[in-house]
């Protein structure tokens, strides 16, 4: 049972690279999410998707870009990098967008230099 | 503003205690409270969710209580293992997954 993959595990990046982190669901889940998720907050949600071709704009979704294309997979694009990006991000899943338990994927931790 | 508050930060408890922590929120709308177990390294796991109607829930040595008209919950771990070392973070849902306000979590320390 897979769940959720996340790639890589970690990278780091020169800043004002292009960065793309892969995330893969196995669980049929219309609703899917990216987090970041810094030391002393609590996860911050960046884009989300409500079901496949569509997205929508989380708290702090500036620098960041998703697509859904299909119901499995839902990669998170940093056009530009930025040292500020640097964070562990996290892809998660549930079945609707609505009051289901998210699954949550290891994690992506990123640094930018 | 949204918000969520636990406490303690951190907490170090001798294998085999039991032990409570805090979640405070002022979230409005409000539909449901998680409690998620986050492991050095991993993503968070769902340990209970709670609708305002219910007073607690269980799972295994997990017990969450809400209280709605305070507004607080506790997650109480019983007999406590070196496997319940983790983050233990407190979620708050008015309805909608994207709208989700997260707690910063507690950080449980299990000696033994």
């Known amino acids: 049972i897979a769940g959720i993959t996340q790639a890589p595990t970690s990278q780091i990046l020169a800043a004002g690279r292009r960065m793309t982190l892969r995330c893969t669901q196995d669980?049929?889940?219309?609703?899917m999410y990216w987090y970041r998720q810094d030391l002393g907050l609590g996860l911050r949600l960046i884009h989300y998707?409500?079901?496949?071709?569509?997205?929508g704009k989380g708290e702090v979704p500036d620098g960041y870009s998703v697509s859904r294309a299909n119901t499995d997979d839902f990669p998170l694009t940093l056009a530009s990098a930025v040292p500020s990006q640097t964070s562990v991000y996290f892809c998660?899943?549930?079945?609707?967008?609505?009051?289901?338990?998210?699954?949550f994927g290891s994690g992506t931790q990123l640094s930018v230099l | 503003k949204n918000q969520v508050e636990q406490s303690p930060q951190s907490l170090i408890i001798l294998e085999g205690k039991n032990c409570t922590l805090q979640?405070?929120?002022?979230?409005?709308?409000?539909?449901?409270l998680r409690w998620y177990k986050q492991d050095t390294g991993r993503g968070p796991v769902s340990l209970t969710i709670?609708?305002?109607?219910?007073n607690t829930k269980s799972n295994g040595r997990y017990t969450a209580t809400l209280d709605a008209d305070t507004k607080q919950s506790s997650l109480h771990i019983t007999a406590s293992q070196l496997s319940d070392s983790a983050s233990y973070i407190c979620?708050?849902?008015?309805?909608?997954?994207?709208?989700?306000?997260f707690g910063k979590g507690t950080l449980l320390t299990v000696n033994p």
């Open positions: 998660a899943s549930s079945p609707t967008g609505t009051n289901e338990k998210l699954f």
């Open positions: 669980m049929r889940h219309n609703a």
């Open positions: 998707s409500n079901t496949a071709g569509t997205t």
């Open positions: 979640c405070n929120y002022t979230v409005s709308p409000f539909s449901n």
């Open positions: 709670m609708t305002f109607s219910e």
């Open positions: 979620v708050v849902s008015p309805g909608s997954n994207y709208k989700l306000t």
